[in-house]
């Protein structure tokens, strides 16, 4: 596609659910991002993937948060027994190769949990 | 942790006016890069100026750094109604397998017509 795609755009799920986020990269883009935002706030870090592994994974907040790339391409991140400080836009992005250029995000998925 | 830190965190101006934005960061970086966001969704590229770079020009837009104060300013000139949003740095380091783009808090920009 043109750009990086995120669904779903809106979630709202209940206390203690698990839920899963898609991420659609730019195709050819090797390196994939995922970010989690609050309102007010800037993006924040939490996981970084080069090809299918997940070189840099130090900003996942705990062992509820997992996010798998199996083929390169699309990302999944799970979120399991989700907390209501789950809640915020996850926002994925993706850029070519190893050296930092450009990321391009996507329109990212508000999650909310009630 | 957020290592960018931007100053003003608003900023209100009259169309035509020029913009200044600050960033301040702790560690050493690689780049450093500012983002627009409009409606607290997806972030827009606007310019990166790597570490050995003062300054770098694209349209209106001109960012400089002084890494010796760890530091970079975004000036957006001649603004427009449209340049309303919030405005991010975003800090890069390039150390072993980490490729974080660390974001500030942001400043959020109101061009009034």
Redesign the interface.
Known sequence: GAGVSQTPSNKVTEKGKYVELRCDPISGHTALYWYRQSLGQGPEFLIYFQGTGAADDSGLPNDRFFAVRPEGSVSTLKIQRTERGDSAVYLCASSLGQGYTEAFFGQGTRLTVV | S?Q?EEDPQALSIQEGENATMNCSYKTSI??L?W?RQNS??????LI?IRSNEREKHSGRLRVTLDTSKKSSSLLITASRAADTASY?C?T?R?SG??????????TQLTVLP
């Open positions: 957020q960018g690689n780049n890069q983002y607290g969704r997806g972030l827009v590229h990166l991010f975003a890069c390039l397998s980490a490729r974080q783009l660390t974001f500030g808090s942001g």
